[in-house]
């Protein structure tokens, strides 16, 4: 899975910041990736770690007190999306770049009938008619697999199953047909076949459509499914970035491995599934030297000084870790002291 | 009869209870604004409270042509007649004036002032509001740094004054004084909603699929913050209607022989034991107008609320 020649988003040394007021927390801080055109990049990491606010920072969607600091760099579709003017930032969301949210529930407007809100869509990017607008959206609910859909859209979000919703949030994402889709936990508020339903009616949308997508989870079984590249997200940063299968089976970061050993398996006997100690710090503080250093089981005192540069560990596949230098103390020490 | 007091009084209201029968049978997928209306005239409650305001406003309009008197008429055979009594319906005051009369043409100025001044406090109150929560920050801070200057100041005093300097106590100035010292409420209750709603998901959401601020707001926040707005108002129609009562008192206001509401109220003051007629019935016109608004306000928060649809 080599980078695509010209990708179709590429995203440099992305910082966001947020003035609290218990100090200036960098939710991004640093990240660059990139996405080919039709490729489906998983972005992974724990609550907090900042992948929402990356996904929100690609469409400029940031408000004060958070903001993209000077210096980062998004380029869509060999345009420069921070110079962009406010007007023509618009005209790319929901046009060109989708969103879809977690909780379909709290992301559709509670007054408006489903079929309205997916009508918007074209009517604000299209200038469509109210009819053709309608037309569309109903078009769109039967694309993504809602049964009835011309009596489905007079429904309000709160009449429909939580299913049913995220496709009336895919419906509308996809109502453009953009070049790129951000799924932000599309399925995580889901029963899990509807999960599987969900992820796979994305996959086979995105086939008919030709997009990009961006997937934005905390489950790496999600990702294993549809994703063919995988990001993973520590402390607003990117600690290691592999093709799916070269993560699963070689994961070289500590933080991923903790996250692979905490995924519950199928045939796998064990009382309790492993977890990574303690928790993602405060953005406000992230630790000097490594930030993963105090949840390690390999940390030493070079990761406590020294802030690990991104290290080449195969082709397509980088790690944030200074085992790239020193592989040999990849050895467990006693589990930290922890209170 | 001037046409003016029907264009003010008769118009709006029958406009209400117009759009409200007959927007149902109108497409259901029209936006919120029609659904709001499709509701509210399957709630008959509030549609026979719309009715009745509308008859008030009907009458007062047409009072020169229903009342029987003219409202500064003495009756000086009939000083005190009790209600029921052979030429009074409602009887008189202590200078022989005939008290339905006075409350036909006292309706004019009451209704008149409380729903104009009202509508003009909502609708600033709505748009000071939503713009101070919809920008926030700097912008939200110094609007409502100067919110509560104002607020600081009592209102009747701020009339008061207003009123001693300008020296203009025509109905216009007092539909405008009103409207003007009216929305510092409304407007606060309307910008906690939006500056809540602001960064609702759904809100995000919208700003994600490409909508512009202006769409957001109107469209996908505005309906989800007017409920207290829309409560605060059908109170503040009676609250308007008995502090013009209170200005007449003292003076400012609607000026004496012109009836209003609040100043045959104030006329009866002190006489209230042996002629209860006197303060009774305009009393129970203002709590009768005032339900009834509180009831069109009530009917109105339900309808925007499509929470309340039945699950399929």
């Given at each position: 899975?080599?980078p695509?020649?010209?990708?179709?988003?590429?995203?440099?040394?992305?910082?966001?910041?947020?003035?609290?007021?218990?100090?200036?927390?960098?939710?991004?801080?640093?990240?660059?990736?990139?996405?080919?055109?039709?490729?489906?990049?998983?972005?992974?990491?724990?609550?907090?770690?900042?992948?929402?606010?990356?996904?929100?920072?690609?469409?400029?969607?940031?408000?004060?007190?958070?903001?993209?600091e000077?210096?980062?760099?998004?380029?869509?579709?060999?345009?420069?999306?921070?110079?962009?003017?406010?007007?023509?930032?618009?005209?790319?969301?929901?046009?060109?770049?989708?969103?879809?949210?977690?909780?379909?529930?709290?992301?559709?407007?509670?007054?408006?009938?489903?079929?309205?809100?997916?009508?918007?869509?074209?009517?604000?990017?299209?200038?469509?008619?109210?009819?053709?607008?309608?037309?569309?959206?109903?078009?769109?609910?039967?694309?993504?697999?809602?049964?009835?859909?011309?009596?489905?859209?007079?429904?309000y979000?709160?009449?429909?199953?939580?299913?049913?919703?995220?496709?009336?949030?895919?419906?509308?994402?996809?109502?453009?047909?953009?070049?790129?889709?951000?799924?932000?936990?599309?399925?995580?508020?889901?029963?899990?076949?509807?999960?599987?339903?969900?992820?796979?009616?994305?996959?086979?949308?995105?086939?008919?459509?030709?997009?990009?997508?961006?997937?934005?989870?905390?489950?790496?079984?999600?990702?294993?499914?549809?994703?063919?590249?995988?990001?993973?997200?520590?402390?607003?940063?990117?600690?290691?970035?592999a093709?799916?299968?070269?993560?699963?089976?070689?994961?070289?970061?500590?933080?991923?491995?903790?996250?692979?050993?905490?995924?519950?398996?199928?045939?796998?006997?064990?009382?309790?599934?492993?977890?990574?100690?303690?928790?993602?710090?405060?953005?406000?503080?992230w630790?000097?030297?490594c930030?993963?250093?105090?949840?390690?089981?390999?940390?030493?005192?070079?990761?406590?000084?020294?802030?690990?540069?991104?290290?080449?560990?195969?082709?397509?596949?980088?790690?944030?870790?200074?085992?790239a230098?020193?592989?040999?103390?990849?050895?467990?020490?006693?589990?930290?002291?922890r209170? | 009869?001037?046409?003016?007091?029907?264009a003010?009084?008769?118009?709006?209201?029958?406009?209400?209870?117009?759009?409200?029968?007959?927007?149902?049978?109108?497409?259901?997928?029209?936006?919120?604004?029609?659904?709001?209306?499709?509701?509210?005239?399957?709630?008959?409650?509030?549609l026979?409270?719309?009715?009745?305001?509308?008859a008030?406003?009907?009458?007062?309009?047409?009072?020169?042509?229903?009342?029987?008197?003219?409202?500064?008429?003495?009756?000086?055979?009939?000083?005190?007649?009790?209600?029921?009594?052979?030429?009074?319906?409602?009887?008189?005051?202590?200078?022989?004036?005939?008290?339905?009369?006075?409350?036909?043409?006292?309706?004019?100025?009451?209704?008149?002032?409380?729903?104009?001044?009202?509508?003009?406090?909502?609708?600033?109150?709505?748009?000071?509001?939503?713009?101070?929560?919809f920008?926030?920050?700097?912008?939200?801070?110094?609007?409502?740094?100067?919110?509560?200057?104002?607020?600081?100041?009592?209102?009747?005093?701020?009339?008061?004054?207003?009123?001693?300097?300008?020296?203009?106590?025509?109905?216009?100035?007092?539909?405008?004084?009103?409207?003007?010292?009216?929305?510092?409420?409304?407007?606060?209750?309307?910008?906690?909603?939006?500056?809540?709603?602001?960064?609702?998901?759904?809100?995000?959401?919208?700003?994600?699929?490409?909508?512009?601020?202006?769409?957001?707001?109107?469209?996908h926040?505005?309906?989800?913050?007017?409920?207290?707005?829309?409560?605060?108002?059908?109170?503040?129609?009676?609250?308007?209607?008995?502090?013009?009562?209170?200005?007449?008192?003292?003076?400012?206001?609607?000026?004496?022989?012109?009836?209003?509401?609040?100043?045959?109220?104030?006329?009866?003051?002190?006489v209230?034991?042996?002629?209860?007629?006197?303060?009774?019935?305009?009393?129970?016109?203002?709590?009768?107008?005032?339900?009834?608004?509180?009831?069109?306000?009530?009917?109105?928060?339900?309808?925007?609320?499509?929470?309340?649809?039945?699950?399929?």
């Open positions: 899975m080599t695509p020649t010209t990708p179709l988003l590429s995203i440099a040394d992305l910082r966001t910041y947020f003035r609290t007021d218990e100090g200036i927390a960098r939710a991004v801080d640093g990240v660059s990736f990139h996405i080919g055109a039709r490729e489906t990049v998983g972005l992974v990491g724990e609550s907090g770690c900042g992948k929402s606010v990356t996904s929100l920072s690609i469409l400029r969607l940031i408000t004060r007190p958070g903001r993209i000077e210096g980062s760099r998004i380029e869509f579709d060999g345009r420069d999306l921070m110079a962009l003017p406010d007007g023509e930032m618009r005209r790319i969301r929901g046009n060109r770049i989708s969103m879809i949210f977690q909780e379909p529930m709290s992301a559709l407007n509670p007054v408006f009938t489903v079929g309205d809100q997916i009508a918007e869509v074209a009517r604000v990017h299209d200038g469509a008619s109210r009819r053709d607008a309608w037309a569309r959206a109903v078009e769109m609910m039967r694309v993504t697999g809602i049964a009835d859909p011309a009596d489905r859209a007079h429904q979000p709160h009449q429909l199953s939580g299913g049913m919703r995220q496709r009336v949030m895919i419906a509308m994402a996809l109502v453009m047909s953009p070049a790129l889709l951000i799924a932000d936990e599309p399925t995580t508020a889901l029963d899990v076949t509807i999960q599987a339903q969900i992820l796979e009616l994305l996959a086979e949308l995105q086939g008919r459509v030709g997009m990009a997508i961006l997937l934005i989870t905390h489950d790496l079984g999600v990702i294993a499914e549809v994703a063919s590249r995988v990001i993973v997200m520590y402390a607003g940063e990117v600690v290691e970035e093709p799916v299968g070269e993560l699963f089976a070689a994961a070289h970061h500590p933080y991923t491995e903790g996250l692979l050993a905490a995924m519950p398996r199928l045939g796998r006997e064990r009382d309790r599934l492993a977890v990574i100690p303690g928790t993602v710090p405060p953005p406000t503080r630790p000097a030297g930030r993963f250093h105090d949840r390690c089981p390999y940390a030493w005192q070079r990761c406590v000084e020294e802030h690990p540069p991104i290290y080449r560990i195969g082709p397509a596949h980088v790690s944030r870790c200074h085992l230098e020193e592989p040999e103390r990849r050895v467990q020490r006693a589990p930290p002291e209170e | 009869m001037r046409p003016s007091w029907v003010i009084l008769v118009l709006p209201s029958a406009a209400l209870v117009v759009a409200i029968r007959a927007s149902a049978n109108s497409a259901a997928h029209a936006g919120p604004w029609r659904r709001v209306l499709e509701r509210l005239t399957r709630d008959r409650a509030s026979a409270a719309a009715w009745f305001v509308l008030l406003c009907a009458i007062a309009a047409l009072a020169p042509r229903l009342a029987l008197y003219a409202p500064d008429y003495q009756d000086a055979d009939a000083l005190n007649a009790h209600p029921l009594s052979p030429t009074h319906a409602l009887g008189t005051d202590l200078l022989g004036r005939d008290l339905l009369s006075r409350l036909m043409h006292g309706g004019r100025v009451s209704l008149a002032v409380a729903m104009l001044s009202v509508l003009l406090s909502t609708t600033v109150g709505v748009v000071y509001g939503a713009t101070a929560g920008y926030g920050g700097r912008v939200d801070s110094i609007m409502m740094r100067t919110l509560d200057a104002a607020i600081s100041v009592p209102r009747v005093l701020l009339l008061l004054a207003v009123f001693a300097l300008w020296g203009h106590q025509s109905i216009t100035a007092l539909v405008l004084l009103m409207g003007l010292t009216g929305w510092f409420g409304i407007s606060r209750q309307v910008r906690a909603q939006v500056s809540a709603a602001r960064p609702r998901e759904y809100a995000v959401a919208a700003r994600a699929l490409g909508a512009p601020d202006a769409r957001v707001l109107w469209r926040i505005l309906p989800n913050a007017l409920s207290p707005a829309i409560v605060a108002a059908s109170l503040g129609i009676g609250n308007v209607i008995i502090l013009e009562a209170g200005l007449s008192y003292l003076g400012f206001g609607v000026q004496p022989p012109r009836p209003s509401w609040g100043n045959i109220i104030q006329d009866s003051g002190g209230l034991s042996p002629f209860w007629w006197m303060a009774i019935f305009p009393g129970a016109l203002i709590v009768a107008t005032v339900l009834a608004f509180n009831m069109i306000g009530d009917g109105l928060r339900d309808a925007m609320d499509p929470r309340q649809l039945p699950r399929s």
